[in-house]
């Protein structure tokens, strides 16, 4: 606009400060997004400086939902990552821990294979360095399955033969005794018949009558049998002689089949040291699919990286989740490991968080110093919110004993004053002051009382220079009191200097005439 004194304002004959931030919900300076804390942040939901991507930490991302500097992927932690998922810096690929990382799911250093625990691999899946090949253990080999370790400790009892010979003395006394039973047939009845007979002579005619059959019953006799030696006399010994032999016996101890990396028991193949679950992954002791790092648990297949975390979608430090990056940060989704969370940041608990130390949006786990009563504030004795400093009440200042808001310096009342002890009337709120002891608002000096003013002393407002009275005047005010007096600070009358009292005296200091 015109005829503005300040910083950021917007319209004519302006005094003060402006709105340093443009879009919404903004707080800091020169943010242009939406819901940004910090200074030059364009992006929504962001923590630091100049982030232009949504939910990050730090400085300089364009991504989302880093920890960290400068990261153009998404969910990273560290610096500099243009990938995805990765825990370290400079990765351009995805998943990774560790730094320079061109392929995807590796632990350590310049990897341009996918899968691999070591330095400057370029095939997959291989411990060591400079592996071309694949799946391999080792240093530099072009070929692939080299350098693995097998295992197999197996006891086996070879064939023998067993002779063995028995002699049983056994005496046999074996009484049958046999009751056959009683058979009994009813009685039946055969009935006439009439046959036709065809003759030499001719047709004839044969009558048999019907003949009947008593009940019949047959009575069977006791069979008794004894077979073997008599009580108490010597019988005949059997003798029973044989021989064989045991097949051979087979005990398996242990049974490690060559397998790439050292310990790992996963279903797809991994690099590094004892990984379990179902693979494939790099890194030391991770258990699940697509992890790189050490001691983590992937609860899906997108994959995870860093140290200790567990979810899915995650890179960083004892992290809990998904979407999560930074260190310590833990989703309060219901879904736990399926809804993404979206934090970056260090020691959050939630969803759609950003920074450090917040449970919601507008809420902190955080003060540092004694009796503070709020959020996010570092000192002691503040009421209210991300004050730096000791005995504020208000929110967003710095200094000490500010009362009000957004106030850089000590002793102000009111909000937006850069300086100390401003005020207004009766200690009433002053607003945009620069400088000290002013009483008012929108003053830029010292010892103003009224508004607008720019200079020392000014009593009324939007005057400009020194010892001024009354409204919109420029220059210097009356600096001499009594009569005729030309000079500055004289007090008597006809006097022309300095800090004259008599009259008529011309000099510095004369109290005479």
Same mark, same amino acid.
């Given at each position: +606009?015109?005829?503005?004194?300040?910083?950021?304002?917007?319209?004519? =004959?302006?005094?003060?400060?402006?709105?340093?931030?443009?879009?919404?919900?903004?707080?800091?300076?020169?943010?242009?997004?939406?819901?940004? @804390?910090?200074?030059?942040?364009?992006?929504?939901?962001?923590?630091?400086?100049?982030?232009?991507?949504?939910?990050?930490?730090?400085?300089?991302?364009?991504?989302?939902?880093?920890?960290?500097?400068?990261?153009?992927?998404?969910? =990273?932690?560290?610096?500099?990552?243009?990938?995805?998922?990765?825990?370290?810096?400079?990765?351009?690929?995805? /998943?990774?821990?560790?730094?320079?990382?061109?392929?995807?799911?590796?632990?350590?250093?310049?990897?341009?294979?996918?899968?691999?625990?070591?330095?400057?691999? /370029? +095939?997959? !899946?291989?411990?060591?360095?400079?592996?071309?090949?694949?799946?391999?253990?080792?240093?530099?080999?072009?070929?692939?399955?080299?350098?693995?370790?097998?295992?197999?400790?197996?006891?086996?009892?070879?064939?023998?033969?067993?002779?063995?010979?028995?002699?049983?003395?056994?005496?046999?006394?074996?009484? *049958?005794?046999?009751?056959?039973?009683?058979?009994?047939?009813?009685?039946?009845?055969?009935?006439?018949?009439?046959?036709? %007979?065809?003759?030499?002579?001719?047709?004839?005619?044969?009558?048999?009558?019907?003949?009947?059959?008593?009940?019949?019953?047959?009575?069977?006799?006791?069979?008794?049998?004894?077979?073997?030696?008599?009580?108490?006399?010597?019988?005949?010994?059997?003798?029973?002689?044989?021989?064989?032999?045991?097949?051979?016996?087979?005990? /398996?101890?242990?049974?490690?089949?060559?397998?790439?990396?050292?310990?790992?028991?996963?279903?797809?193949?991994?690099?590094?040291?004892?990984?379990?679950?179902?693979?494939?992954?790099?890194?030391?002791?991770?258990?699940?699919?697509?992890?790189?790092?050490?001691?983590?648990?992937?609860?899906?297949?997108?994959?995870?990286?860093?140290?200790? @975390?567990?979810?899915?979608?995650?890179?960083?430090?004892? =992290?809990?989740?998904?979407? !999560?990056?930074?260190?310590?940060?833990?989703?309060?989704?219901?879904? %736990?490991?399926?809804?993404?969370?979206?934090?970056?940041?260090?020691?959050?608990?939630?969803?759609?968080?950003?920074?450090?130390?917040?449970?919601?949006?507008?809420?902190?786990?955080?003060?540092?110093?004694?009796?503070?009563? $709020?959020?996010?504030?570092?000192?002691?004795?503040?009421?209210?919110?991300?004050?730096?400093?000791?005995?504020?009440?208000?929110?967003?200042?710095?200094?000490?004993?500010?009362?009000?808001?957004?106030?850089?310096?000590?002793?102000?009342?009111?909000?937006?004053?850069?300086?100390?002890?401003?005020?207004?009337?009766?200690?009433?709120?002053?607003?945009?002051? *620069?400088?000290?002891?002013?009483?008012?608002?929108?003053? @830029?000096?010292?010892?103003?009382?009224?508004?607008?003013?720019?200079?020392?002393?000014?009593?009324?407002?939007?005057?400009? $220079?020194?010892?001024?009275?009354?409204?919109?005047?420029?220059?210097?005010?009356?600096?001499?009191?009594?009569?005729?007096?030309?000079?500055?600070? =004289?007090?008597?009358?006809?006097? !022309?200097?300095?800090?004259?009292?008599?009259?008529?005296?011309?000099?510095?200091?004369?109290?005479?005439?």
């Amino acid at each position: +606009g015109s005829g503005n004194i300040g910083i950021g304002l917007s319209g004519n =004959n302006q005094y003060g400060f402006g709105n340093w931030n443009s879009g919404s919900g903004n707080v800091g300076l020169f943010n242009s997004g939406t819901g940004n @804390v910090g200074f030059f942040n364009s992006g929504t939901g962001n923590i630091g400086i100049g982030n232009s991507g949504s939910n990050n930490t730090g400085f300089g991302n364009s991504g989302s939902t880093n920890t960290g500097l400068f990261n153009t992927g998404r969910v =990273n932690t560290g610096i500099g990552n243009s990938g995805n998922l990765n825990t370290g810096s400079f990765n351009p690929g995805n /998943t990774n821990t560790g730094g320079f990382n061109p392929g995807s799911y590796n632990t350590g250093l310049f990897n341009t294979g996918n899968y691999n625990t070591g330095l400057g691999n /370029t +095939g997959n !899946v291989n411990t060591g360095f400079l592996n071309a090949g694949s799946y391999n253990n080792g240093i530099g080999w072009r070929a692939d399955y080299q350098g693995l370790v097998s295992l197999n400790a197996t006891t086996i009892i070879p064939d023998s033969a067993v002779p063995f010979e028995f002699d049983v003395p056994i005496h046999l006394t074996i009484p *049958i005794d046999v009751v056959l039973p009683t058979i009994t047939t009813s009685s039946f009845t055969i009935p006439a018949l009439k046959v036709n %007979l065809d003759t030499i002579i001719g047709d004839a005619t044969l009558d048999i009558t019907s003949i009947g059959f008593p009940n019949l019953t047959i009575g069977l006799p006791f069979i008794g049998i004894n077979i073997g030696t008599p009580v108490g006399a010597v019988g005949p010994l059997i003798h029973i002689t044989g021989d064989g032999r045991l097949l051979p016996i087979t005990f /398996t101890g242990i049974d490690i089949k060559p397998a790439p990396g050292f310990g790992n028991s996963t279903t797809n193949p991994s690099s590094g040291f004892f990984n379990s679950g179902s693979g494939s992954s790099s890194g030391f002791m991770n258990i699940g699919a697509n992890a790189s790092g050490l001691l983590n648990l992937a609860s899906g297949t997108s994959g995870i990286s860093g140290y200790k @975390v567990f979810g899915d979608l995650i890179s960083g430090v004892s =992290n809990l989740g998904n979407t !999560v990056s930074g260190l310590f940060n833990t989703s309060s989704a219901t879904d %736990l490991f399926t809804t993404p969370a979206v934090v970056s940041g260090v020691g959050n608990i939630g969803n759609n968080l950003a920074g450090f130390l917040r449970s919601t949006a507008t809420g902190s786990l955080f003060n540092v110093g004694f009796a503070d009563l $709020g959020q996010s504030n570092v000192g002691s004795g503040n009421i209210g919110d991300f004050n730096l400093g000791n005995g504020n009440i208000g929110g967003y200042n710095v200094g000490s004993g500010n009362i009000g808001s957004q106030n850089l310096g000590s002793g102000n009342i009111g909000s937006f004053n850069i300086g100390f002890g401003n005020s207004g009337p009766a200690l009433t709120t002053a607003l945009n002051n *620069i400088g000290i002891g002013n009483t008012g608002s929108n003053n @830029v000096g010292f010892g103003n009382f009224g508004d607008g003013n720019i200079g020392f002393g000014n009593t009324g407002s939007g005057n400009i $220079g020194i010892g001024l009275s009354g409204n919109n005047n420029d220059g210097f005010g009356n600096w001499n009191s009594g009569s005729g007096n030309v000079g500055l600070f =004289n007090s008597g009358t006809g006097n !022309v200097g300095f800090f004259n009292s008599g009259t008529g005296n011309f000099g510095i200091g004369n109290s005479g005439s």
